[in-house]
């Protein structure tokens, strides 16, 4: 059974940190690009980070949050990580990770068809 379990949630200050982890199972995670997305109340999912698989791990962001979160991943213990610096309010959503088999992974949360449950995420001002 192919499962992402998102953890590392929280309630955090403006100006603070947090890492996020994508724990994965039932699949060759290796094989797999990983990609952060979030959700606001109200508003559709959107594009945070991609990493590409293997251990190219090529990465990319979204301009809203380039620059204060890095992407990773940890290919032995089979999870991928969201290193969150310089938190907004602007950035409180629920955020997935998500999983597919592809060379450059795509920012489109419609190309995905593996997703963890999502982990809250509440930056106060």
């Known amino acids: 059974q192919v499962q992402l379990v998102e953890s590392g949630g929280g309630l955090v200050q403006a100006g603070g940190s947090l890492r996020l982890s994508c724990a994965a199972s039932g699949l060759n995670f290796g094989n797999y690009a990983m990609a952060w997305f979030r959700q606001a109340p109200g508003k559709e999912r959107e594009f945070v980070a991609t990493?590409?698989?293997?251990?190219?791990?090529?990465?990319a962001y979204a301009d809203y949050v380039k620059g204060r979160f890095t992407i990773s991943r940890d290919n032995a213990k089979n999870t991928a990580y969201l290193q969150m610096d310089g938190l907004k309010p602007e950035d409180t959503a629920v955020y997935y990770c998500a999983a597919r088999i592809v060379l450059i992974p795509p920012t489109s949360p419609t190309e995905y068809s593996i997703w963890g449950q999502g982990t809250q995420v509440t930056v106060s001002s």
């Open positions: 990493i590409t698989r293997f251990t190219r791990r090529g990465t």
